[in-house]
């Protein structure tokens, strides 16, 4: 039997809690244990029937439910400053708290200055003063004709950058070619930050009738951008990436196609790296109903069949994680009322329910905690550099998640904490209920708590 008792030093503050359960998630495997957080800290992993030697040591034992790590989702739209009538910090990170998220990264665009220069950064960074809900990390944008930009944005805290090799759908950050890459790369490469790209090129498309009124058909946008355009940027990405040793990644993956793209330059040791997102792994094209544009996103959702291979390369290893992309909008550029693929807005929103919906389709897929967690939290983390966060270890973040893997619950628009209720979600059964959530040892979330925000803005040292 393990025993503990707490040394203080001086100065060291805050409260020592010793959280339990039967089924803590580690990188490798899901075992009985005790958690002991010191301040912000895990400071040690004892047994579970370990003895503490101290009365001021908060104990929590949760039985069988899973003690996880908390999700490091880096795939986010936040929208502020500038349009805060899309989502905001205080909503999308107190949806992100509910849902099991306790590290979100955000886009540089769909806010009002793209995030393109210092100055964008800090009006950013300002602006989520005394508004987060769980730590938020920042990425940077890689325009035409921002190379002076990219350094000082390096030295001033971003955890990467991204562009598009498409119309993004915001004017003031367009598209990317190759020639813009290449300058970019050498000074992203120096920085020891990874590239992340929005891998869709355009090349014309014959998607029959015109008329207005075959836009309400999910066949009609899904044949607007077919695979052959992600298939042809991540050939692109491998090359590039093949040829400068550098860190490019691609985002939100859909094209099962490109997979054995992806494996080759695994087997390679070519530095590329993927994910896909829980829109990918849940719905199939097959079963979207006509009108309904809540399930819009770019690229979009794809078949059945893609479906399932996709699920198998995180299996595998060639897909390295999922994320949300959580990309809101208000219902009014979603077309809710005509229904127009063509018209809407692209992007799925669904923060809050991401950990629940991933696990829903991975146990149904055979994958255990330990797998989930490792496609949810490490790899994502890893992947940004924050090496303090996405597992439970001594010395990381105390960041953590209760897990009632057991229980079910239908999504209720009442129970959504993003600013708008527009997602597909809204109506799925769930396998999997976030009881409680912790951020460096404090609990930000369970049922009837007053939340309260308690998060931090992250910027690269």
Known sequence: MGHWVRKRTRGSGGGVTLLKSTRVVFPDGVRSASVLIDAEKIHEILPYNASIGSSDIRLIDYGDLALMPGVVDTHVHINEPGRTEWEGFSTATAAAAKGGSTTLVDMPL???PVTTTVAALESKVSACTNLLHVDCGFYGGVIPGNLGDLEPLIDAGVLGFKSFLIHSGIHEFPHVAEADIRKAIPILKKGGVPYLMHAELESPVHTGSSAASMNRLYATYLASRPRSWENDAVELMARLAGETGAHLHVVHLSSSDAL????????RNIP?????????LTYCAEEIPDGHTEYKCAPPIREREN????????RNGVIDFAVSDHSPCTPA???RGSGDFMKAWGGIAGLQFSLSVFFTGAQARGFDLAQVSHALSAAPAKFVGLANKGSIAPGMDADLVVFDTEARFRVE???????????PYVGMELTGLVKETWLRGKQIYRQNLAMTPS???ILRQ
């Not at 054995?260 to 087997?267: V, Y």
């Not at 129970?415 to 209720?421: K, L």
Request: proline share 2%; hydrophobic share 35%.
């Open 110 to 112: 769909n806010c009002d």
């Open 260 to 267: 054995e793209t992806l494996e080759l330059a695994r087997r």
């Open 272 to 280: 590329l790296s993927v994910e896909t997102c829980h829109h990918y």
């Open 307 to 314: 479906r399932e291979k996709l699920w198998r390369a995180i």
């Open 333 to 335: 550029l979603k077309e």
């Open 413 to 423: 628009p009442a129970m959504i904490a993003h600013r708008h209720d527009v997602s």
């Open 455 to 457: 998060g931090r803005a």
